[in-house]
């Protein structure tokens, strides 16, 4: 049995891993007001490029036949992008995009599909080396605080890949935000591109985006004929179209990267819980022997008394 | 506005830019325009005596009803930028531009970053 010091020696042990865990706590609370900032404040951005996009469409009468918004007659080979965090001691938080990540990736081949894998987050590219499963690109580095050019990179190369037949489609999995403790892994589609999406808000998830629409289409309204474009609407819209994919992205990394915080705040809440039992329970268990020691000792005096 | 949420929000006489077809300048009353936006210097003239600089990424830039709208996808206020910065971050890029294949989309976003920085170099470098 664990001597009275062993036991006071473990509740120190405890006390200091429960001061780690509840400071990682501490940090990750504040990271995920600041994630959950930045996706505010991409919102009104994501809502204006969209209803940009449609005026511009408006006045170019039709959609540019743009290859990314052309699906490929066969889908043959269909990209993942896998995206979680580069660090762990996160609950579920990477586990949980692996799973169903693998999980989709035999569905597709129990289709007879091939997959490429795509990883955004150290911890999703290790993963998927060591079930020898690698990825073709990796992204990593900058999960905790994802940055637009960062969204860019991974944009242009998904676009590349589309645009060269390399893959027929493209599908991220993440988890997404939508409170510190329920993360939802999602499985979306971002190429090739829907026309739908662009016309009809595919960036905006909610009400919200309709009362600005109505502001811009009074806009609109008013000034519609005298709209004045530099380079032409068609242009503009080359560069608009994929911007969609950009934003798409973006938006991900930044609910990915709230996502992570809020279970890292979770996990070290519960592990700081959990210290504060074991705690407890440690130091029961050092009353205990103490009282243990002290009645043997007694018993000792009281046998050596009685012996004399 | 930018990705990360407004810069800036409010009146001016005049914004000066540089779309793809060159220098820009829109007073009041301007008619309704949609440009596209190069990496340039963003000037704010918000009176006769004040300017409000930025170093502007890409982006687009939306005139209508007095209202001057620009989405870019990043903004630096000019005495943030930091030369050394910047001359890292060219290198990097061209290290990156040497990797790629040409024609490649690494090799076009490569040559992307390049250009911007090396506007925001030119924009740094007048500035002291």
Known sequence: ?308 | MTPDGAAYSGEVEMVSTRTVDGSLGIKANHEPLMAMLNPAELRLHVDDSEVVSFAQGEGYLQMANNQALLLVEEATPIADLKLDDLNAKLEEATTRLEASEDGSAAHDLAERDIHRIQRFIEIAEAQT
Do not use: C
Not at chain 1, 105 to 112: F, K, N, T, V, Y
Not at chain 1, 126 to 135: Q, T
Not at chain 1, 168 to 187: A, E, G, H, K
Not at chain 1, 252 to 269: C, D, F, Q, V
């Open chain 1, 1 to 308: 049995m664990a001597s009275q010091k062993d036991t006071a020696n473990r509740i120190g042990s405890v006390k200091n891993i429960q001061k780690i865990t509840s400071a990682m706590q501490m940090v990750a609370a504040a990271r995920l007001r600041r994630a959950e900032q930045r996706i505010q404040a991409l919102r009104p951005y994501a809502d204006t490029i969209e209803t940009m996009t449609r005026t511009a469409a408006a006045a170019a009468g039709s959609i540019p036949d743009l290859p990314i918004l052309n699906p490929h007659e066969e889908v043959n080979n269909v990209g993942l992008l896998l995206m979680a965090g580069d660090r762990g001691l996160a609950g579920s938080f990477n586990t949980q995009i692996i799973r169903s990540g693998v999980a989709a990736r035999q569905e597709e081949i129990d289709e007879g599909r091939d997959v490429t894998l795509f990883a955004v987050g150290r911890r999703i590219d290790s993963s998927l080396n060591f079930r020898d499963m690698e990825p073709s690109r990796a992204f990593t580095g900058f999960t905790d605080r994802p940055e637009y050019h960062n969204a860019r990179e991974i944009a242009t190369e998904l676009i590349a890949q589309y645009i060269d037949g390399k893959v027929d489609q493209v599908d991220i999995v993440y988890n997404s935000y939508l409170s510190p403790l329920t993360q939802v892994v999602t499985r979306q589609r971002i190429l090739p591109l829907a026309e739908a999406q662009i016309l009809h808000g595919g960036l905006s998830d909610d009400d919200d985006a309709e009362s600005l629409d109505e502001q811009h289409e009074m806009v609109e309204g008013e000034t519609e004929p005298l709209w004045d474009y530099e380079p032409a609407p068609e242009e503009l819209l080359k560069r608009l179209i994929p911007d969609f994919v950009e934003i798409t992205i973006y938006r991900a990394l930044l609910e990915s990267a709230a996502s992570e915080m809020g279970a890292k705040m979770t996990a070290m809440r519960s592990a700081s819980d959990n210290a504060s039992e074991m705690i407890k329970n440690l130091t029961l268990e050092m009353n205990r022997q103490r009282q243990a020691a002290i009645t043997q000792e007694i018993l000792e005096v009281v046998g050596g008394a009685e012996g004399l």
